[in-house]
């Protein structure tokens, strides 16, 4: 029988209810990893995910409540610990984003939210974890082509992303006398719930990255996979860019 690439690892991930997130986290599962995640509102979804995972016959843990919370994320890493044994792999992927064609009208409280959510929480959330990981450990962020070429509708997420690239950068620099790797995936246009809600199918489809259709959140789960693994062993304080030809920078 083949050795599955995670076996007995144990993953916490953010924003997994649905999307990406869901789809890595079945998919780490189904190599042997058990998984627990942190959604903010779908308790519906946060089930279906839940009894997707113990499908794979791996164990799983959710968490209903704000990455920005430090005494949640402090009991959600605690609970995590006590029941699998540890955290290995730490997978920040939530996040949230409000279009506007203005700056002009760019509303604060969409502002505040935006970076809170994408960013400021994933620092919290990686400021707790960090601590329990070891050597050969990892935390993988996720980022956007929008941090690379920017996007007319969305300059606070942009901004963001942008900012995620550089806090991987630096933390895999502080975390490298560890022997954890810190990495990042920056997907192009992926058809999930939330762009879905934000943009609607057509502007999607008038969107489409050279390879001419969105990816699939699984598609974009099997680079997430890669930076978990030994494969990845030589890589940390990269990006890997699983978006559908786009030519980007930096």
Not at 32 to 55: L, M, N, P, S, W
Not at 123 to 142: C, E, M, R, S
């Amino acid at each position: 029988m083949e050795k599955l690439q995670l076996q007995s690892k144990s993953v916490l991930i953010t924003g997994a209810d649905s999307g990406i997130g869901k789809a890595v986290a079945l998919l780490l599962a189904k190599e042997g990893a058990d998984i627990a995640f942190i959604h903010y509102h779908d308790a519906k979804d946060a089930r279906k995910t839940v009894e997707e995972i113990k499908k794979t016959g791996r164990k799983a843990l959710s968490f209903e409540g704000d990455i920005n919370d430090s005494k949640f994320c402090e009991s959600v890493v605690d609970e995590v610990v006590s029941k699998f044994g540890g955290i290995d792999i730490l997978i920040n992927n939530a996040g949230t984003q409000v279009p506007c064609e203005s700056i002009e009208n760019l509303k604060e409280e969409d502002i505040r939210k935006t970076f809170d959510s994408n960013i400021i929480g994933m620092i919290l959330l990686t400021k707790i974890v960090f601590p329990h990981l070891k050597q050969g450990d990892a935390i993988i962020n996720t980022t956007s082509a929008t941090a690379y070429m920017g996007h007319e509708e969305l300059l606070d997420y942009s901004a963001t992303k942008g900012a995620i690239v550089s806090f991987t950068r630096s933390l895999a620099l502080q975390a490298k006398p560890k022997g954890i790797r810190v990495n990042a995936v920056a997907p192009g246009p992926v058809a999930t719930p939330l762009t879905e809600k934000t943009f609607g199918e057509e502007d999607e489809d008038q969107n489409k990255p050279p390879l001419e259709r969105n990816a699939s959140p699984e598609e974009v789960a099997a680079s997430f996979l890669f930076l978990a693994t030994d494969a990845s062993a030589q890589i940390t304080g990269q990006v890997l860019h699983p978006n559908g030809g786009l030519i980007i920078n930096g």
